[in-house]
């Protein structure tokens, strides 16, 4: 794309245009049969993560089992809207690749995401995640809640003094509000599910991540 870093966020000259019309995304769960879209049940709330290639980071929060309502993968923190999958590998739409998750907070704890989250890639590696390389990689909790938010800044504090014990240096993640959140295609959603063998590139660092008791989050909490 004429020299055009995909290291660097594209400045507002650079970002592609995009369309006003969503692009095609699946109806259901392919593991769970469950609306991809929703309307979900009353109750149920919202978690949003970028941890590297959005194919091995959704199965990480799937896997979880009960208390996990429905994931999805899309794209999210760009200033493209509506973009394609191909846009976003150009580096010019600014998105991240990221997984929404939609849980039970009766029976998962936003803890239990945060840990799944910090301990399923390197959030010290920039705009990368190993072998792949680019903004769309990079490390970031997007939050729908003050108490999301306080969570996710506490437990990013707790890990940093963990990995910063094992010799690894600061933590990059980016902690902001929940940004607008555009599906993934239809073949994107669940895609080790439907491909087993598929390329999984996620990686964790190997150090626990010691949130629970330390780090409190009021179940329902809102902004």
Partial sequence: MFGFKKTAMPKPGEVLPGRAMPIRKA???????????????????QAMFGLGCFWGAE???????DGIHVTAVGYAGGGTPNPTYEEVCT???????VVLVVYDPSKISYQTLLKTFWESHDPTQGMRQ?????TQYRSGIYTFTQAQRQAAESSKAIYHQELGNK???????????????????DYHQQYLAKNPRGYCGLGGTGVSCPIGAAVTLAQGASA
């Fill in 27 to 45: 109806a259901a769960h392919f593991v769970n049969r469950r609306a991809l879209k929703g309307p979900y049940p009353a109750g149920l709330e």
């Fill in 59 to 65: 199965r990480k929060f799937w896997e979880l089992g």
């Fill in 91 to 97: 580096g010019r739409t600014g998105h991240n690749e």
């Fill in 130 to 134: 190993g072998n792949d390389i680019g």
């Fill in 167 to 185: 010799g690894y240096g600061a933590i990059i993640t980016e902690i902001l509000d929940a940004p607008e959140f555009y599906f993934a295609e």
